[in-house]
């Protein structure tokens, strides 16, 4: 093809000063250029952004948007948000269908028996559980939930909101389990968020050494309790030792032969791996002599205590708060739970000094010269744990003091299995603070699965400790009884309305709770501990945020006027 030059195209153009196509007349209307219509057609807009096509406004629309109006918006010129369209007096956009059918007044859905108000706490949702303070209709066997509901992430309901304006109440401030000083130094803060992401695999630890004795455990009380008959909590008072790590003789023993890094008792180390799910405020002491890491606990600490629905929505209030009835104090029901917890190990147990389980050494706190009182059925086992990485030098172990309460003969086999024994212990499931617990006297036998539930939502932290204690020991079963008060405004006087036992490592699955993510902490812990000069700190539970604090504290802290770590547990109930 022959090349075409420059001039040739120059010369093609158009003599006249305009360009593009050539205008004709029949395009003109005196002057201005217009394009045909029908008189049917929409006068629309050059370019309409806010006009929703057949997907819909967001793309992803329904079939009910391709319609006829879809389809007339097809001819040129249309648009059903032009500023010129003509409303149509039968607009289909508009048009509902309104079911004016008398509905029957019986439905179908809430199970047998009908429904009951009752309240409940989750994370919202029509068809889940409600958030704090909502109402649930509930049916015997299932079934959908009716209009009564409230829940603070859902759209709102019938009836009076329990929960409204909850947002206007003031945040509960809490005080601290201890007071921390001017001289104490903040070294470390860190976030329950942080902790949770941790990991790490451990062995399952080995004995090293065991002390004291078992009796053997009451199987009577795993039977329900015969109809319109109570057994009552009785008051044992037997000599109970909760001695700190420092103090502990044998652990010092250990700590001289150089048995291991990290020395804890399980009440201490439970409440370190289950760390994030506590609310309360407490306080661990951690002490560095040269490479070995003590964690202590304060005489009269928070950790001695056993809490009471702790984790609950709606916990119990303090006098400051508007609670009215004071055997309802957080703290008093912590100290009637401590002493229900040590009666009850106490009363399950058979105590006959021809048929107990004795271990290798004595008890290594009694002193039968000075004491008045028996001893308690209490079996310590010395326990190593390995917490070291692949990128250690030298390898990390931990000896925790372990604890088991009694000993039962197997059904099948004969063998001895070891025993932890706790108590839930119900104050009174109409009061504030209850956290929407069942009435374990009508339904422990009928619903026990329901109220377990309640128990792991409202004790969550307990419950985990509980079990942490139990595989820490390598018990085989944990035992749970339920303790009510005999009259709900009393505190002095219980019941013991059923004993239930559990595999710790099930009951861990079925709590969600990670062992690994509790050794993780305990880690993390003690790597901080280990690069910082020898001394004494404190790592406290902030009381209002979900987070830690470690402090560094002058080495004379906790120490004036410090007595034996010796605790005598006395009942607060009377014999009848």
């Excluded at 199970?111 to 889940?128: A, L, M, N, V």
Aim: with cysteine; proline share 4%.
């Amino acid at each position: 093809m022959a090349p075409i030059s420059l001039a040739d195209v120059v010369s093609s153009l158009p003599s006249d000063e305009s360009w593009g196509p050539s205008t004709t007349t029949d395009t003109l209307v005196d002057g201005v250029p217009y394009a045909a219509y029908s008189k049917g057609d929409k006068l629309g807009r050059m370019a309409d952004w806010t006009s929703e096509g057949k997907d819909g406004r967001d793309g992803r629309g329904g079939r009910q948007q391709y319609n006829r109006n879809y389809r007339d918006q097809q001819v040129y010129g249309a648009g059903t948000s032009s500023l010129f369209a003509v409303q149509v007096a039968e607009d289909e956009s508009s048009f509902s269908v309104v079911d004016n059918t008398r509905t029957s007044t019986k439905t179908r859905g809430f199970g047998r028996g009908g429904g009951t108000i009752f309240r409940g706490r989750g994370r919202g949702g029509r068809d889940q559980r409600g958030g704090r303070g909502t109402f649930q209709r509930v049916g015997g066997r299932g079934g959908q939930q009716n209009a009564y509901y409230d829940n603070r992430g859902g759209r709102g309901g019938l009836g009076r909101r329990f929960g409204w304006k909850d947002y206007d109440k003031p945040q509960r401030n809490r005080d601290s389990s201890v007071n921390i000083k001017p001289d104490w130094q903040m070294l470390e803060e860190i976030d329950f968020n942080r902790l949770a992401k941790l990991n790490l695999e451990t062995s399952a630890g080995e004995d090293i050494d065991t002390y004291g004795f078992l009796y053997y455990y009451d199987r009577s009380y795993d039977k329900p309790p015969v109809k319109n008959t109570e057994r009552k909590l009785n008051v044992v008072d037997r000599a109970a030792y909760n001695v700190t790590t420092s103090s502990d003789p044998i652990i010092q023993e250990l700590a001289e032969k150089d048995e291991a890094t990290i020395f804890a008792t399980d009440n201490i180390l439970s409440m370190l791996m289950c760390a994030p799910r506590s609310v309360y405020s407490w306080d661990i002491v951690i002490t560095r002599q040269g490479n070995k890491i003590y964690l202590d606990k304060r005489d009269n600490s928070s950790l001695d205590m056993v809490s009471v629905n702790e984790n609950a929505a709606d916990a119990p209030l303090e006098a400051s708060e508007g609670n009215k009835e004071t055997i309802n104090f957080p703290t008093a029901l912590a100290l009637e739970a401590t002493f229900i917890n040590h009666n009850f190990a106490n009363q399950t147990v058979m105590e006959s000094e021809t048929s107990k389980f004795d271990l290798e050494h004595d008890n290594p706190f009694y002193n039968p010269s000075e004491e008045t009182e028996p001893l308690a059925s209490k079996a310590y086992k010395y326990r190593r744990f390995d917490l070291s990485l692949e990128k250690d030098e030298d390898p990390l172990h931990l000896i925790v003091r372990t604890e088991l309460d009694a000993v039962v003969k197997n059904n099948i086999s004969g063998e001895d299995q070891f025993l932890t024994l706790k108590a839930l212990n119900e104050f009174d499931h109409k009061a504030q603070g209850s956290g929407g617990a069942l009435d374990w006297r009508t339904k422990l036998t009928s619903q026990r699965g329901a109220v377990v539930a309640t128990e792991m939502k409202n004790n969550s932290c307990k419950l985990a400790r509980w079990t942490v204690q139990s595989i820490l020991a390598k018990a085989d079963v944990m035992k749970l009884g339920f303790v009510s008060r005999a009259t709900p405004k009393s505190n002095e006087r219980h019941v013991i309305l059923g004993v239930v036992g559990y595999d710790p490592r099930k009951f861990a699955e079925q709590m969600n709770l990670n062992l690994s993510n509790g050794w993780g902490i305990v880690r993390t812990i003690v790597d901080m501990c280990l690069k910082m000069a020898e001394g004494k700190y404190v790592l406290v539970k902030d009381p209002n945020k979900p987070l830690l604090r470690l402090y560094q504290v002058p080495a004379d802290t906790f120490e004036e006027g410090e007595e034996d770590g010796e605790v005598i547990v006395e009942g607060n109930e009377e014999d009848e």
